[in-house]
Structures are given as C-alpha cells and as structure tokens.
C-alpha cells in the first residue's frame, strides 16, 4: 500500500482537519495490510490491544463522539471492542472503520466546527475534531508497536 501523500496546509479549517485525521486512518490501516486474521487477533504476551481491536476500537470511537456526542443518538462504550471476538476478520474491520470514516466526513462537512455537543458535551465539533486526531495518532502508534512485534514490519 503506497504512504499517502502528507496533509496539505488547506486555507479550509475544516478540511485541514479532515485531511489530517484522513491521513492517520491511513496509517493505522496501513498496518494491518497484509495480516492474516489470526495475527490480527494476536497480542504480544497479552499486554497490547491486538491490531484489530485497536481498528474496531477507533470506529467506535468516531461513532461515539460524532452520532453520540456530536448528534445526540444513543451509543454504549464496551471493553469488548479492544478484544473483538473471531468472527472479526481484517477484511471486516477495515471496510467498518472505512464507512465509519466516511459517514464522520459526511457529518463533518454538514455542520459548523463551533457546533455544540447535543447531548450534553460541553464541547465543540471542531473540539470533537481534535479530540479523534488525538486518539487515533495515539493508536497509530500503538499499532506500529503491535506490527512491530508482531512480524517485524515497521514504517509508516
């Protein structure tokens, strides 16, 4: 898989966020490239989130603050979304993380960054912005130590 291109410095606050909270999907994503199920489930001696789960984790992450927070609807967090069970295969977690990023996108654009929280966040969208860059550069970083580990693959 090609590294994508670095975010542009865009004038469009909104887009400027968007691209680099684009980039870093990119770069967890990048690191289940090429993984079976199996090593997608693995943990270094049980004491890191397994690479698939840190991908369901962050999809459920945007679900929570964006339809949750940002929109009001009803969401639930669960520590089983760290350890998903078998029937979470790489093809399905990264084509869920895939439409989870691309309905938040749609959210995005539809409303203003200075928008509260509707369920009673005392935060911002664009607050809301930052705070998913924030975690999923965190566990881009983890996921590059889970790779690491795991097979030895290490980069971007």
Known sequence: MPEPAFPRNLPDEREL????????REAVLRKVTGITDDQG???PQERLIPLLG?????THVEWRWIDGAMLGHAVHRSDAEFSPGPDLTVARAVAAYRERAAKTDAIVRAH???????SGESVTLRWVLLHLINET???AGHADAVR???DGVIGE
Request: glycine share 6%; proline share 3%.
């Open 17 to 24: 966020l968007l691209e680099w909270l684009g980039y870093l």
């Open 54 to 58: 840190i991908v369901n984790h962050l």
């Open 112 to 118: 203003p960054l200075d928008q509260g929280s509707i």
């Open 137 to 139: 550069a965190r566990h």
């Open 41 to 43: 489930h693995w943990t």
């Open 148 to 150: 690491e580990l795991l």
